[in-house]
């Protein structure tokens, strides 16, 4: 078996996807003592106060249906596009829930209203990528990488945030929930992905003494692997402490629902717990609805209800910390304006981004929305983007986690000007 092989054994067995490779953070620490774009080497216990504020980002793969989640409900061209799928009004059974009056949310995510009455929680419409592609593989890149339309782009935005935040990292600044390292984590910056579900917590062939003295034995004082190996070991003590640290009084009480209820408030736990963990990031799948989307019911409500659910008990999870914290929902495009001959919609353009968080100037549905009559549709068939989705992101790098001009710059480049008035979070 080569090294390689043992390395991934070792990843599996302790529940975590260690980096290796031409992007790998093994690089970053085998430069020992120097220091990255952020001014601080990887491998230490973060400065005092430097991951108190905390983002955590989740990719709806498939291109979730935008106008159905944040409907223009009082806008006669709407029902006219849907005449099968479009939201009811507020007022009847499964109708959208009043927003401001012409915007009503997906009745499935009424478990977010409090957070929107709060104030906390804000939506941009007519958001996303400016580049054209309808392609999920080009654009869900194109999102992770944060620069539409150059595919060579060999890291992604939240590794490059990484190593501009201030403080020094440890690998567990940045996790991620689910079964593979995500594009937008990529790169030479610490990062570790942990397992959806309860496997994320439980002890794997790793924590059995006698096997982890083998690894121990092979690789501690490796050369090239020693470095790499360590720090996985030391993330996966790090995780399964603070996972492990409530769950006797998690026995207590009824089980979570099933899916990302059940991961976020297992995240919720890991960031009370551990204070190392400033940026997670979630990717969920099943988004591209074709056929039998279904309006206040069916398809789409099936798969908004769990997130809404899931996005809420995360809020209150997170207790004082959610202060501090911002959540940013995103997927790669929208869908288009009208419903296709099965009930659904096909590819789009422009979309919603949802922020929720204790900083947020919510109770708004923000952006440039130019309505959504045949002549204000991009290609005459779907949503324009008239926000840049990376301004969205800088606007809270820069607002959220205080990035400088020049940080912004390293982890959006050639990005567009901010539009001036642009406000989602307090200062």
Avoid: C
């Amino acid at each position: 078996m080569q090294r390689r092989d043992f390395l991934n054994a070792f990843a599996a067995g302790a529940g975590l996807m260690i980096p290796l490779g031409r992007h790998a953070w093994a690089a970053t620490a085998a430069q020992g003592a120097g220091t990255g774009a952020g001014g601080a080497a990887p491998g230490l216990s973060p400065a005092g106060g430097a991951t108190d504020r905390k983002l955590i980002v989740i990719m709806l793969r498939g291109a979730v249906d935008g106008m159905n989640v944040v409907a223009p409900i009082a806008d006669a061209n709407y029902a006219r596009l849907r005449p099968t799928i479009a939201l009811a009004a507020p007022d009847q059974d499964n109708g959208a829930l009043d927003l401001d009056g012409y915007f009503g949310l997906h009745p499935a995510l009424a478990p977010l209203m409090p957070l929107w009455r709060e104030k906390k929680l804000a939506f941009v419409h007519a958001s996303g990528s400016p580049d054209i592609t309808r392609s999920h593989f080009d654009a869900q890149d194109y999102m992770e990488s944060a620069t539409p339309g150059v595919k060579s782009t060999p890291d992604g935005w939240m590794n490059r945030l990484i190593a501009n935040l201030p403080g020094t990292s440890t690998p567990t600044r940045a996790v991620s929930v689910g079964p593979t390292m995500p594009r937008i984590l990529a790169g030479q910056a610490p990062a570790i992905n942990i397992a959806n579900g309860a496997a994320a917590g439980k002890a794997g062939a790793l924590d059995r003494p006698q096997l982890a003295a083998a690894f121990d034995q092979l690789y501690m004082g490796h050369a090239r692997y020693g470095k790499v190996y360590q720090d996985g070991r030391e993330a996966h003590k790090e995780v399964m402490a603070a996972t492990m640290a409530e769950a006797v009084a998690a026995d207590g009480g009824a089980p979570l629902p099933n899916g990302f209820p059940d991961d976020a408030a297992r995240l919720a736990v890991l960031m009370r717990n551990d204070p190392n963990v400033q940026l997670a990031f979630f990717a969920l799948g099943g988004w591209d609805t074709h056929a039998s989307q279904g309006a206040g019911t069916g398809q789409l409500a099936n798969r908004l209800a769990p997130l809404g659910q899931g996005l809420a008990l995360l809020a209150q999870r997170l207790g004082p910390m959610f202060a501090d914290t911002t959540i940013v929902v995103m997927s790669e495009f929208g869908r288009t304006a009208r419903e296709n001959g099965n009930g659904g919609t096909d590819h789009g353009h422009g979309n919603v981004m949802w922020v929720l968080g204790g900083g947020v100037a919510g109770g708004k549905v923000l952006g440039d929305w130019q309505g959504v009559g045949d002549g204000q549709l991009n290609e005459g068939r779907d949503l324009p983007v008239t926000t840049d989705f990376r301004t969205v992101l800088a606007h809270i790098a820069e607002r959220h986690l205080r990035l400088n001009d020049s940080q912004l710059a390293r982890v959006f480049p050639r990005m567009p000007a901010v539009a001036s008035g642009f406000r989602l979070l307090r200062a």
